[in-house]
């Protein structure tokens, strides 16, 4: 079973930037389509950035376009999120995704844009 463990999230002034990592153990990214999402308080989860199983097909959100990449590095098994530029809008707790069949949940890192 897949299993996912998110770090790199933290205080960070507006303007600032961010790396999020999504470790991943238990089985290969190769199969799975990988996303971030995020969820701020009384709000929903939302999809913050996807990228299908090939790779091939990356997709963002548009209130985060321009400023978060994500990527993938499937020979560490690690999916990632730059996070440039950021606005206090940003602040919310930072989930992993990986999906084929089933979906499976990092645990979540909290990210705090604030001056």
């Known amino acids: 079973q897949l299993q996912l463990v998110e770090s790199g999230g933290g205080l960070v002034q507006p303007g600032g930037s961010l790396r999020l990592s999504c470790a991943t153990s238990g089985s290969t990214l190769d199969y799975y389509a990988t996303g971030w999402f995020r969820q701020a308080p009384g709000k929903e989860r939302e999809a913050v950035a996807c990228i299908s199983s090939s790779g091939g097909s990356i997709n963002y959100a548009d209130s985060v376009k321009g400023r978060f990449t994500t990527f993938r590095d499937n020979a560490k098994n690690t999916v990632y999120l730059q996070m440039n530029s950021l606005k206090p809008e940003d602040t919310a707790v930072y989930y992993c995704?990986?999906?084929?069949?089933?979906?499976?949940w990092g645990q979540g890192t909290q990210v705090t844009v604030s001056s």
């Open positions: 995704n990986a999906k084929t069949s089933n979906d499976y």
